[in-house]
């Protein structure tokens, strides 16, 4: 696998990566966490890394998620801990065979104990992708257009109290109107999964690469630069 991503990825924001999964492993369970500290390694249920039939969209191995009850657990405390929920960047790039397949499937979840305090992104049965926050007990989204086509595509939220914003992102373009009046987020984490809502609900089909989280609102810079695969 080439190395250039991952390079790009670490120097957007490094000191505030606080999570970031290539998925690139050749075999195994874990999902070996690349961000500022490391540790916060993912656990796989049922999603396959090194997949064969199809390799990641820098040419080297990435993960698949069978549509049925894959997932991959990115929890820990460590990450708890530096995610505050006040300010968030959450990208990945995606691949369906079929963006308007009217299924919902998850791209990242998580929640607090009470579910007053989630943030998740998905594509719904409208073929919409949603990028929602809830805190507090009140919700905020952004939706796209509905997708059409296949493969690959740059996916990235991006939430500010301080800016008072909620925004979408697709292969670099901001998408669907941002929202505001985001509330206060309060709660911890104690959940965090990739490819699907609460440990394989409305299961992602396709293949996953480079999801990662910062605790800072990315600037448009960064996030236009991180749409393009190169170096």
Known sequence: MTTSYIKKVRRAGMSALIGY?????NDGTTAWDWG????????????????????????????????????????SSALATDFNGAEGTFMFWA????????????LMY?????????????KYTDNKIYFARTANGTEKSVVSAALTGSGWKHILGVCS????????????????????????YVSDPVAWYTGAYDAG?????????????????????????LAEIGP
């Open 36 to 75: 500022k500290s490391g540790g916060r390694n993912g656990t796989s249920s049922g999603a396959i890394p090194a997949d064969k039939f199809l390799y990641g969209l820098d040419g080297g191995p990435c993960y698949y998620f069978d549509g049925s009850n894959d997932y991959l657990s990115v929890f």
């Open 21 to 25: 999964w290539p998925m690139n492993e």
């Open 110 to 122: 998580l929640n607090d104990a009470a579910y007053d305090d989630v943030i998740y992104l998905r």
């Open 201 to 225: 609900t409305s299961p992602w089909l396709g293949w996953l690469q480079h999801g990662a989280v910062w605790n800072i609102a990315l600037p448009t810079a960064d996030i236009v630069d």
């Open 161 to 184: 109290e301080t800016g008072d914003y909620l925004r979408l992102y697709v292969d670099g373009v901001s998408v669907g109107t941002p929202a505001s009046s985001v509330g206060t």
């Open 95 to 106: 691949y369906s065979a079929n963006w308007a397949d009217s299924a919902d499937r998850g």
